[in-house]
């Protein structure tokens, strides 16, 4: 994200420039942690820790290593398993086996996955990235679509300007039911901060590329226009077209989990007030039948129940808020957790079988936990009355920075077929989270 006149006249190292040495202990250090999933802030996070180790850095030292990080935002991994690679990159490990990695990165993203050098490396298949270099660019404003030679012109036939943090405090958008009520619970809108944008790019002869590549973005790029918008440009046009969102365009059009406004009397009865979307009554109705659903038609980004345990987990907060205690949390996967908080610990039990790949199941885990303690605590979107956006960039949107983050114990107590575990995980430290903090009605706690 830096601009290239603050770098003019300095050397700049990218993870190609790195040494073959420092490849290889770092690959091997973050494979055998687990600290890259869909590998797309890793080449830029190893480049800073390279730089630091040159310089005689501690990696071994959590403050140091905090300090680094402070500068990237990596969605997936929660930041632990990162630090853990970092303090032990002159270790040698032995190789593993990648392909169950695999296997079990597929299985927890719901989507294709790669595990592998290649992504520490910065080769991890994104769709931007294997585009032609002679293609056209397709950049959006609102819904009209600009296409011209290369980023730069279509941005300036756009009249993309860059997008801003906003000073207005994000809130919850929906009023609490009136009631007389045991226990209420109020949402924000937040954003997914999956941080590869959407990115398509079609030849008119051929299929369009998946914007998807190596992470499954919690959910939120499974309806994106990309891919269509690609295919119908290239047609049109003749010409291979590579279609871009901005973060921008991520954070106005992509889909957020519905804010949400319930009150609820002890014994499960009341008021679930939320955004409308979708499908989300079937994910609310079994978990509380005493209780009405409403829908709301309010302006803001659009919605979507595909979203990471969208509905469910916010059901699973008030159901351990009514009973005082975080108990066992169903997915469903079929895939179960169960989260403590104390001491600045998060320690999280999981039925979910067998891993195949234990690394990757607790990288998983861990950051599924992370994004929930987050959410809880920490994050939000400001979105105006007339449900305008304001906070445009990655940094405004509230994701906890590893500085911030608890340790995170994960405790695998499965046997039998192996299952995603994270969507379990999340909704368990969810509600851990909002027990912890006392079940304030407000989102986020602080
Ligand atoms: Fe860091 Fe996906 S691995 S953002």
Redesign the pocket.
Known sequence: MTPLRRVSGRAVTTVEGLTEDEQSRWVSSFLTHGA???????PGIVCRLVGHERKGADLGNREIVDRLLAAH?????GWQTIREAASEVSVEFPSRDLELATRQATLESDTPQIVGPQVVLGQGGFADDDAPENALVAVRDQSQWYVADSLHQARELAGKVQGRRSSLEPRPPLELPEGDWALTLRTCWVEPAY?ETDASWCNPQDEPADPVAN?GAFGGKIASDVTDVARELAQANDRVVRVLWSREDTVRHGPKRPPVSVGLRADGSGIFRLARTDHIDERIRPLLPKCEIEQVTIPGPPTSSAIRGAGWAEVEMLRAGLSGQAGWVTAPSGASAKATIANELISVEVRAGSPLDWVMFRSYCIGAAHMAYSWVTSEGLSVDQNGDVHDLTIRSFGVLRSSDTPEIEIINVGDGPNLAAGDAVFAAVAAATWLNRGCPSDLPTG
């Open positions: 890259s999933q869909c590998g797309f802030c890793t935002l990596c969605r997936c991994t941080l992470g």
